[in-house]
């Protein structure tokens, strides 16, 4: 945002939100539960009833905690701070819930609502947070396809071997094919990361000894990242939070099944959500009542789940506010926010004043590389549609063309020599004099 800031030359109202439980506030926690923003070092179910039992008697009803609590927030904070010029409220992935639950209570300021990366739950195509395996899975196909029909990708693998083949023959559904899966999908969220997969893959089936030293090296610096993220946003984030929004609002219910979401998991090629894992947790949150949940047997304990009940607006589609217009940005190759979920909003969205622009290739968001950090064209639309007042005939989108033209296989040097800590990441040597985060 201050990158925004900057090209606004502070000359605009544009809103993003910190939400209750998360940010520089009071973090919603439990006693003994790690906070930050990985799911694989959060709570255990066998930790959530003292949890449960302690959320209760510090907030009692947790919908406090809620989307439209939140929303609710920040339409207070506009309302008592409003300056009379128009405002634009902007979400990323997780956070476009709250900007669509904003347009429901319609506040007259906001003239503009821009989701980036559409993570919401509204439409008849509702995509669960149980389900996105199979869209993930599906993305991971078309990454692994564009690098078959890519010579700076496919060249190092025989022609009848393309990585995709490679990989879907090598997973049988053992464990560590399990973890292939999760962490190929992983790296797909970062757009200097993905570039890693088909040397790492190279790497994989020539195995040599110089591959071991240099795939050792990424898997110890996976796992830094992976469990325990270092970093300010990190520590701002609320894993209980995040369980607890997810579960009351994206989670399928009843639930699927373990098996049925493990078999969901393995389909895919590659995928970051593996939500099989998640289904102890959410029986134990919830204490759901169902043929599932009474087998997991976790439910079993006094007071109240950490759960909330669906309200008014739950998976029910805004209307758009007469005086606003919404502005839809979504990648065909983001797993965690997935184009099929965008569509199905922007259909479900009651009121004409909308547009939906498609990038081909950009992951984690539309403003910034995730991998360079350098400004994409979603950056330039979103200054365009504020400095318009949110007049989507006048947005500036002739970057777009030059967007979608052609993927970056470059794997950003300050990543290969982190993550790889090489100089060439497929035939390189391990160096460990390139990696700042070792050799200091």
């Not at 609710?72 to 819930?97: A, C, E, P, Q």
């Not at 893959?201 to 090296?217: F, G, N, S």
């Given at each position: ?47 959530v009833p003292d949890c449960a039992q302690e959320l209760q008697d510090k907030y009692g009803d947790l919908a406090a905690f809620s989307t ?242 669906h309200d008014e607006y739950w998976n029910k589609p805004a209307a758009i506010p007469d005086q606003a217009s919404v502005l839809l940005m ?111």
């Amino acid at each position: 945002m201050l990158m925004l800031y900057d090209k606004l030359a502070g000359e605009a109202n544009v809103y993003t939100m910190d939400y209750r439980g998360t940010g520089r506030g009071e973090q919603l926690s439990c006693q003994g539960v790690t906070t930050g923003s990985s799911r694989l070092n959060g709570i255990t179910p066998s930790q959530v009833p003292d949890c449960a039992q302690e959320l209760q008697d510090k907030y009692g009803d947790l919908a406090a905690f809620s989307t439209t609590s939140a929303a609710k927030d920040l339409v207070t904070f506009i309302s008592d701070y409003t300056n009379d010029y128009s405002t634009t409220i902007y979400g990323v992935d997780y956070g476009t819930t709250w900007v669509e639950r904003v347009m429901h209570l319609d506040p007259p300021e906001v003239t503009g609502y821009v989701l980036d990366g559409v993570m919401t739950t509204s439409g008849s195509g509702i995509v669960n947070a149980s389900s996105m395996d199979y869209h993930a899975g599906k993305i991971g196909d078309t990454f692994l396809s564009v690098c078959e029909e890519n010579s700076a990708c496919n060249a190092r693998f025989k022609k009848k071997v393309r990585p995709v083949k490679t990989l879907k023959s090598d997973q049988d559904g053992d464990s560590p094919s399990f973890i292939l899966r999760y962490l190929f999908g992983s790296l797909l969220t970062n757009s200097g990361l993905r570039t890693l997969i088909p040397p790492i893959t190279y790497r994989l089936l020539r195995c040599a000894p110089k591959d071991v030293d240099v795939l050792t090296q990424f898997i110890t610096t996976m796992n830094t990242v992976l469990l325990h993220p270092q970093d300010e946003g990190a520590a701002l984030t609320s894993t209980l939070l995040h369980h607890l929004v997810v579960f009351s609002e994206m989670w399928e219910a009843p639930t699927p099944s373990v098996s049925a979401l493990k078999a969901q998991f393995e389909e895919a090629t590659l995928s970051v959500w593996a939500s099989y894992i998640l289904v102890p947790l959410y029986c134990a949150f919830s204490k759901e009542v169902s043929p599932i949940c009474d087998k997991i047997d976790l439910t079993d304990y006094d007071g109240n789940g950490i759960i909330y009940e669906h309200d008014e607006y739950w998976n029910k589609p805004a209307a758009i506010p007469d005086q606003a217009s919404v502005l839809l940005m979504s990648s065909k190759m983001d797993p965690l926010a997935t184009h099929e979920n965008a569509k199905y909003l922007f259909e479900a969205l009651d009121g004409e004043n909308k547009e939906l622009i498609t990038f081909q290739y950009t992951t984690g968001g539309n403003l910034i590389d995730s991998g360079t950090w350098v400004n994409l064209c979603g950056m330039a639309v979103l200054s365009s549609y504020v400095q318009n007042n949110g007049d989507l005939k006048k947005v500036d989108k002739s970057c777009i063309p030059d967007e979608n033209t052609a993927f970056n296989w470059t794997t950003p040097i300050d990543t290969l020599h982190l993550f790889l800590s090489t100089s060439d990441a497929y035939d390189g040597v391990l160096d460990p004099t390139l990696n700042t985060s070792t050799s200091a």
